[in-house]
């Protein structure tokens, strides 16, 4: 296991006394902030994304409902918006500034399309489940 300051450790535990010993609770928590100011506008965006999708289908279609490669596509959709939107502000604070941009993009588009899509599948079929 790597540590951000490059140091080699054998297990997680001993990174954990290293991340400790070097700043104490604080320094478990050390880009947090940022995090969480990236996760906000994410959701709003993928979330309102989603739902635009979603209604200009059933406008266009005569369907009731999306079925589930439709909630996919959107869901995936929604997610690389979302994550090409705000991905650079994460990236930038972190390390690369403006030169890295959008460097790892690729990567974190691989697990949010299907895990956004795959989410909204669920979601959709939760709510008809219960009548929602």
Do not use: C, H
């Not at 635009?52 to 589930?68: D, H, I, Q």
């Not at 390390?95 to 299907?114: H, I, M, S």
């Amino acid at each position: 296991m790597m540590s951000s300051a490059g140091i080699q450790r054998r297990s997680l535990r001993e990174a954990a006394q290293r991340v400790w010993a070097l700043g104490g609770l604080r320094a478990f928590y050390r880009g947090l902030t940022i995090g969480l100011i990236g996760v906000f506008p994410y959701s709003a965006i993928d979330m309102s994304t989603f739902e635009a999708l979603k209604l200009g289908y059933l406008r266009s279609t005569s369907k009731e409902e999306p079925g589930v490669l439709a909630l996919l596509a959107f869901g995936s959709v929604s997610g690389s918006v979302g994550a090409t939107s705000v991905y650079p502000l994460n990236l930038t604070y972190a390390r690369d500034g403006w030169r890295g941009f959008y460097r790892g993009l690729l990567p974190t588009l691989a697990k949010v399309v299907p895990a956004v899509s795959i989410s909204y599948v669920v979601y959709e079929s939760s709510k008809r489940k219960l009548g929602v």
